[in-house]
């Protein structure tokens, strides 16, 4: 195509872009690659582009310089500060099931290195881009970047993702030195375009996620409000009346026994509406907790749920208060509660997000009210109950360790112990629940809470019922006198 004899004026918008177009061609010309480079990198654009996964992604990485020109070659990527530097794929091994530690002679660096025959390059993420348009300071968009450290955590400062290794460094010449430099920065631009995609589907994941634990956890039971309120219409009503018996009284001055009628009517409502604005008080205590541990700005910050740890005394400050809210729903389906003897003259402090715990429990009493069946004991005498409480699993997960095991029993038919461990999964529903309102998130929702605090949720049976239990890792032994107390 032959260039026009009279360009056209370049619009403001396209200004910048246009720049950056002629930067860029006069970099080409400096850079000056072989036709064998430039289709070495038509080559892995190609195939960036027709691979989806992360995992194909790093095949490509390795997979273009050995089979285009016979050179190996090793991706590492930082796992986090804990686990460091580790290798993720080679063209020797391809991707490897678990990520390995980075071994001699590959190390963080923030510059390229020859060592032991290799050369190792760093892997940068892509720097903020600079916004065009009509974009002031003040409303200029800016890029999030090093997604890497959202996701898998970092090895440090900066914006460096990992190192990209090449064996037979020897063999390089500077301009393979100079174009591996180009191609590992190409590496990090794409590897950072997946991360941000791969953020966003797990942020919209777990906003999904979370709308379901807002919907179960905190609109279903806010139905409750409608009830009280409904209760509170009639007793406004009856005040209509009482106003009515009190002007008859009034009326009629010798009759006394109008009047203390009145006077009993009058406590009894003064009684009654006590107990409402109580439990209305209690309601919306429990439902504001729930609301702070579900609508952090950390959970949409990062894409999951953020446990704000405090210390607390189980049964004191979570279970007792979602037992009282839970107790007319408890009594109205016949369920009586059996409290444990030992909770609180053994009670242990522990460090826990004490709003997600509560909705742990706010979930096993609601299940309890609504699926605890009658039967007959070793006595003869039926018995339809809940029962929670707690035991010390020593050496527990592994020897030298402790943990609390907390249960929550209630009588009933046995459940097969798979069925019971599989309605810890997202949806799944008992076979007797076709009847009773139900979503089958509740227990997921336990399991994922008690597995961020590092525990674990199952199920057993019993003689008499099923038992759903959460297990929590006990403090470490050096600790753990500062957190044993009488409360005083």
């Not at 990485?61 to 686990?83: I, R």
């Not at 791969?198 to 979370?210: P, S, T």
């Not at 210390?311 to 009594?331: G, M, N, T, W």
Request: with cysteine; charged share 25%; aromatic share 10%.
């Amino acid at each position: 195509m032959k260039e026009q004899s009279k360009k056209k004026p370049i619009p403001p918008d396209l200004q910048r872009v246009c720049e950056r177009v002629h930067e860029k061609t006069e970099s080409y010309k400096q850079y000056n690659f072989a036709q064998y480079h430039n289709d070495f990198l038509k080559a892995f654009f190609d195939l960036a582009q027709e691979y989806d996964s992360l995992d194909d992604f790093y095949r490509v990485c390795v997979s273009v310089p050995y089979a285009m020109l016979g050179v190996s070659s090793a991706l590492y990527l930082c796992q986090g500060e804990d686990e460091g530097l580790s290798l993720v794929c080679s063209s020797e091994r391809g991707v490897l099931k678990e990520p390995e530690p980075a071994a001699f002679p590959v190390q963080m660096n923030d510059t390229p290195y020859e060592m032991a025959d290799s050369y190792v390059i760093p892997i940068y993420s892509k720097q903020p881009f600079k916004a065009f348009g009509n974009v002031n300071a003040h409303n200029r968009p800016q890029r999030q970047t090093t997604l890497w450290n959202d996701i898998k955590g970092s090895c440090g400062a900066g914006h460096t993702l990992g190192m990209y290794e090449l064996s037979g460094a020897r063999k390089l010449s500077d301009a393979d030195r100079f174009f591996f430099t180009k191609y590992a920065n190409r590496i990090g631009y794409n590897l950072d375009n997946r991360l941000i995609a791969r953020q966003n589907v797990q942020h919209l994941k777990f906003i999904n996620a979370l709308v379901v634990d807002i919907e179960h956890n905190i609109i279903v039971p806010n139905m409750y409000f409608k009830h009280i309120f409904n209760q509170l219409r009639k007793k406004i009503e009856e005040i209509s009346g009482l106003q009515q018996q009190m002007q008859r009284a009034i009326a009629n001055v010798q009759d006394p026994g109008e009047c203390e009628n009145c006077c009993r009517g009058l406590a009894e409502m003064q009684k009654s509406l006590l107990a409402y604005h109580q439990e209305m008080v209690k309601h919306h205590s429990i439902t504001s907790l729930f609301l702070e541990s579900l609508f952090r700005k950390e959970h949409f910050e990062r894409g999951h749920l953020v446990l704000h740890p405090k210390q607390c005394f189980v049964e004191k400050d979570v279970i007792i208060p979602q037992l009282e809210h839970y107790a007319s729903r408890l009594k109205a389906a016949n369920v009586s509660v059996e409290k444990p003897d030992n909770m609180q003259q053994e009670e242990i402090s522990l460090y826990v997000d004490i709003g997600l715990l509560a909705q742990v429990y706010a979930n096993l009493f609601s299940n309890a009210a609504k699926y605890t069946r009658e039967i007959v004991d070793d006595n003869g005498v039926p018995r339809k109950a809940m029962a929670y409480g707690r035991e010390i699993l020593d050496n527990y997960p592994e020897p030298g360790h402790t943990s609390i095991k907390f249960n929550v029993f209630t009588t009933g038919p046995c459940m097969d112990p798979e069925d019971g461990n599989n309605l810890f999964q997202e949806g799944v529903r008992g076979a007797d629940s076709k009847k009773i309102p139900g979503t089958g998130h509740g227990l997921s929702f336990i399991r994922h809470v008690v597995e961020m605090h590092g525990g674990e949720a199952g199920y057993e049976p019993t003689s008499q019922g099923n038992n759903f239990y959460f297990i929590l890792p006990l403090p470490p032994l050096d600790i753990q006198p500062l957190l044993l107390t009488d409360g005083t």
